[in-house]
């Protein structure tokens, strides 16, 4: 593929970097990048994705837009509410950037559909809120070896870490399963701040560019996690499990399959457990 | 003693890690818990001894995303 004059401009910042340069950005314009959820998370990475012209945006979600989400979501606008957010968040991409191509999956992400789609890309970034979707998203990449950008956000924190299946310490390495349905409070009655979803979206939009350019070291066994009131970042460095269940030495989870309810919640850190609210 | 819990220096009474998650009233299922770089298998956090100067890393579930 050849850009034409009107791309190396659109382009010109990536291309002047030694890093990128023309060949990185054809890498570009040839990746496929699935967004597993089109909310806030899914909102930036869509967004810097599409800008930066990556070829294929996946876009996977079977909500439509909500007053409740454009605090955050920013792939939305107020007179999306109401709309599908796949088709929502394919216009705002391809009027950020006609290059794009948009693969729309209006659905819910399951053990059935999970592999199928999947097995199109070259990246998947999660985006979703439920921890039956991220231990889904999680077993799903590592039955396709795709390397997977997971994100998490609550209140006022954040994590990001890349997964390289079989080569760095997987979800379940760490967190074995989803945590038990009464001890988690649900996103809806937790809160987030929605700057939060813009700063760990673009985190994981950033990984999966390197990931697609091969360039510097990713977030790999090493949990990223930002405290919002402090402005602080930590990093917690885990490592593969020899007794993973998934992807440890003697697997117990052979294939995919739904762990939990998909309405169980958020999360909860002791210090930080959702009050009621007082009016 | 002196451990550090999640990158600060806490003074605390001795004891296994599940004492520590009982102290701070952390419900052990809700946590994955890190000593010295070293994941513990869930069976182990009441027979693991804390020493002075151990670092411990909990990380609690993060789920939101939407
Ligand atoms: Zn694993």
Same mark, same amino acid.
């Given at each position: 593929m050849e850009f034409t004059d009107e791309q190396i401009s659109r382009y010109s910042r990536h291309i002047l970097l030694p890093e990128v340069g023309g060949k990185g950005q054809k890498k570009i314009a040839k990746a496929k990048i699935l967004l597993v959820g089109a909310g806030g998370l899914g909102s930036p990475a869509a967004l810097y994705l599409a800008a930066a012209g990556v070829g294929t945006i996946g876009l996977i979600d079977s909500d439509v837009v909500d007053l409740t989400n454009l605090q955050r979501q920013i792939?939305?606008?107020?007179?999306?509410?109401?709309?599908s957010k796949v088709l929502s968040g394919k216009e705002k991409i391809q009027a950020l950037n006609p290059d794009v191509q948009v693969s729309m999956y209006e659905e819910r992400l399951t053990a059935g559909n999970a592999l199928k789609i999947f097995s199109d890309y070259d990246v998947v970034i999660d985006g979703v809120d439920n921890f039956t979707a991220k231990f889904l998203i999680n077993d799903a990449c590592y039955f396709a070896n795709k390397p997977l950008v997971h994100g998490g956000i609550l209140r006022f924190d954040g994590r990001v870490t890349t997964i390289i299946p079989k080569q760095s310490a997987c979800y379940r390495c760490v967190f074995?399963?989803?945590?038990?349905?009464?001890?988690v409070a649900s996103c809806q009655e937790a809160?987030? +701040?929605?700057?939060l979803a813009g700063i760990i979206g673009t985190i994981q939009a950033t990984e999966a560019l390197k990931l697609v350019l091969g360039i510097g070291r990713p977030l790999t066994n090493r949990m990223l996690d930002f405290d919002a009131r402090k402005t602080q970042f930590r990093e917690i460095h885990v490592k593969r499990n020899p007794?993973?269940?998934?992807?440890?030495?003697?697997?117990? +989870?052979t294939e995919l399959f739904d762990d939990g309810d998909p309405y169980a919640g958020c999360t909860v850190r002791p210090d930080t457990q959702p009050k009621a609210v007082r009016l | 003693m002196q451990v550090k819990i999640n990158g600060k220096s806490e003074e605390i009474q001795g004891g296994t890690v599940l004492d520590l998650l009982a102290a701070k009233k952390?419900?052990?299922?809700?946590v994955a818990v890190e000593v010295n770089d070293k994941m513990l298998e869930r069976d182990h956090l009441g027979t693991t001894r804390l020493n002075d100067g151990d670092q411990v890393e909990f990380l609690f579930y993060m789920g939101g995303g939407r």
């Open positions: 792939l939305h606008h107020t007179p999306d509410v109401g709309r074995k399963q989803p945590p038990p349905a009464g001890l809160g987030v +701040i929605g700057v007794k993973c269940a998934l992807c440890g030495d003697h697997p117990t +989870i | 952390i419900e052990p299922q809700m």
